[in-house]
């Protein structure tokens, strides 16, 4: 995602937008490895130099809602597991979480695109790493993550 300097001195026009459930269904519709920066634009009612503008690349538009995705799995799966009572009962809401819901699944389309394409650049691959610690981090019941 396009980000500007620290310390920019001057005012953000049009500050960076977060991905939102628009961006996620028409990515689960056509398939990460299919959605084009264009069906994007013409799903947000945007021009493609826009979707670009906020995301850069469309590889980024792909990790950018992977990033989103994970971060809202990860309040709902913080919040069920600090409910359970039983390790094993923790354990087994941990594992439906994690499991595909079905062959759509978007999370999981989008971390099968990162690993049949993985990214090159220090920070993508940095996030990414941050993004599958939280996962090794939430299978220590004693504090949900």
């Known amino acids: 995602m396009t980000r500007y300097r620290e310390g920019w001195p001057y ?3 049009f ?10 269904e028409v990515i689960a519709e056509r398939g990460p490895d299919r959605v084009t920066v ?8 945007i021009s493609p130099s826009h979707v670009l503008y906020y995301f850069g690349r469309r590889d980024q538009i792909l990790v950018a809602t992977l990033r989103w995705s994970e971060e809202e799995l990860t309040s709902t799966r913080r919040a069920e597991l600090a409910r359970r009572r039983s390790p094993a009962r923790a354990l087994r ?5 994690y499991l595909p819901v079905d062959s ?3 999370r999981w389309n989008l971390w099968n695109q990162v690993i049949a394409r993985p990214p090159t ?3 993508t691959l940095t ?8 996962w090794v981090d939430g299978v220590e019941f004693g504090a949900p993550a």
Not at 38 to 44: G, L, P
Not at 93 to 97: A, I, K, N, P, Y
Not at 127 to 134: F, S, T
């Open 11 to 13: 005012p953000v026009a």
């Open 15 to 24: 500050p960076p937008q977060e991905p939102d459930t628009t961006l996620a």
């Open 38 to 45: 264009r069906d994007i634009a013409t799903r947000a009612a």
């Open 93 to 97: 809401r941990f594992v439906e979480l």
């Open 104 to 106: 759509g699944d978007l």
């Open 121 to 123: 650049d220090v920070p």
């Open 127 to 134: 996030l990414i790493a941050d993004l599958e610690q939280g």
